[in-house]
């Protein structure tokens, strides 16, 4: 959702002047939701709508539907950020969740946090303009050279990659025909990162960022607890876009319980990330130390900002993931068996609990089921009390108290099977065993 408005400072004497201005775009952080009448006597399913309209919620203080929890840990300070964001794009409401891993400082992943929503929304000129997008590309060639003259050789083809990188569903043909997002994506991450080297700054950011957008819903005046259709209510389905660059992660925790990674880490040890470098830059790859295969001296071979490493193929051209997340009964209903074991977690159909964004400080430290497991335990422990909010709070604790040494960040959304999982902890007693090694009491590991 956005709206214009005015810079504070201006003063314009005509209209002509007020014309001549490129409106700043204001992104919202907030959901709406129908006030409704609450009073004991009014059975829940009958629940009415208040006169008094509508209320609006910032993302970031809903902790019962979104938990966000970061820590310095055992670094000297946080370079860690994120964001949501509520886009409006080709007439659709679109929730926006990210997250950001900063290194070498955090003005990137400021900036990243400040504008890569904005630049997404208003990424219609891209789109939609051929001009456009060769005026970007040329700018990488000229100014960046190296791996960018190559790119742009084969640049057609990519774009028609793209375009065509999306879900085909038989039964949301209308609703998926204006989803441009698989191209929108790709070309406002490229044009955000070069936007941000233009301030000479050497920083640099990892990102995960996922997009909501509910395509049906059977229940539209049909108080649930809300009246709006969002993705995490009953009886809608939702399509989920996900776009990754370097290692931070996307986890979705599927109706039995299970973590299901949907991101893979962008590390030169990647075969995919080899070979897209090696046919360019086989001269930059070593090893550490530690054994562990690095891109000259990054760890990542693609995320925004690092300029210096742009001209040997370190690009902020993200993967983009398309699922279909939601109501499994609906989901039966309106997508066919093939399109269901092809564009829903696991083949499952439905029905997932929640979805994780973390930072590897995280990911470092606890598997995939740990993080899951942590958050469900946590909720059987305190019932409703257990919010994603507290639940991303106790992933967090549990990271510092073992000893992390990276900045750690998670978030916790939830989706419709929010606390409907099995009862069962598939690793408490690998997390206790952890935490007796780690126990300050013994004076620190085992």
């Not at 004497?13 to 952080?29: E, P």
């Not at 109501?327 to 068996?337: A, F, G, R, Y």
Request: some cysteine; glycine content about 6%.
């Amino acid at each position: 959702m956005s709206i214009n408005i005015l810079p504070k400072c201006a003063k314009f004497k005509n209209i002509k002047t007020l014309q001549s201005w490129n409106f700043y775009r204001l992104i919202s952080d907030s959901v709406v939701f129908t006030a409704v009448d609450r009073s004991p006597s009014i059975p829940l399913g009958q629940t009415n709508p208040l006169k008094q309209g509508k209320l609006r919620v910032q993302l970031l203080k809903s902790p019962s539907h979104l938990g966000h929890s970061t820590s310095r840990v055992n670094r000297a300070y946080n370079e860690d950020k994120y964001s949501a964001k509520v886009l409006t794009i080709n007439d659709k409401e679109i929730l926006n969740f990210n997250i950001f891993d900063g290194h070498g400082g955090d003005e990137c992943s400021i900036y990243l946090t400040e504008n890569l929503a904005e630049n997404v929304e208003n990424g219609d000129n891209l789109i939609k303009t051929k001009k456009a997008r060769e005026d970007l590309i040329k700018k990488y060639v000229k100014n960046i050279g190296g791996y960018w003259r190559r790119w742009s050789k084969h640049r057609e083809k990519t774009f028609e990659t793209w375009q065509n990188n999306r879900l085909n569903l038989k039964n949301f043909k209308k609703e998926l025909k204006q989803d441009d997002l698989n191209f929108r994506i790709p070309l406002t991450f490229l044009k955000t990162d070069y936007d941000f080297f233009q301030n000479n700054t050497k920083s640099g950011s990892t990102c995960t960022s996922i997009f909501l957008q509910t395509i049906y819903s059977n229940s539209t005046k049909k108080f649930q607890p809300f009246f709006e259709n969002y993705y995490f209510n009953r009886n809608t389905i939702s399509k989920l876009t996900i776009a990754h660059l370097g290692d931070t992660r996307a986890i979705i925790v599927d109706k039995n319980g299970l973590a299901n990674g949907v991101t893979d880490d962008h590390h030169p040890s990647n075969p995919l990330e080899s070979t897209r470098l090696r046919r360019y830059a086989a001269n930059f790859f070593m090893t550490d130390s530690f054994g562990e295969e690095r891109f000259i001296s990054l760890a990542n071979t693609r995320s925004f900002g690092d300029i210096d490493y742009k001209e040997v193929g370190v690009t902020a051209e993200p993967d983009i993931i398309q699922l279909i997340v939601g109501d499994s009964t609906e989901i039966k209903k309106q997508l066919t068996p093939d399109e269901i074991q092809k564009y829903t977690i696991g083949g499952l159909g439905g029905d997932e609990c929640f979805l994780v964004l973390c930072t590897d400080g995280v990911t470092n430290i606890l598997t995939d089921q740990e993080i899951a497991d942590i958050i469900m335990t946590q909720h059987k422990k305190l019932g409703n009390k257990a919010t994603p909010q507290i639940c991303a709070q106790e992933v967090i604790k549990f990271v510092e108290f073992v000893g992390g040494d990276d900045n750690a960040t998670i978030l916790v959304i939830r989706l419709n099977g929010w606390g409907n999982w099995p009862n069962l902890d598939r690793t408490g007693e690998l997390r206790q065993s952890r935490l007796d090694d780690f126990n300050p009491r013994r004076g620190g590991s085992g």
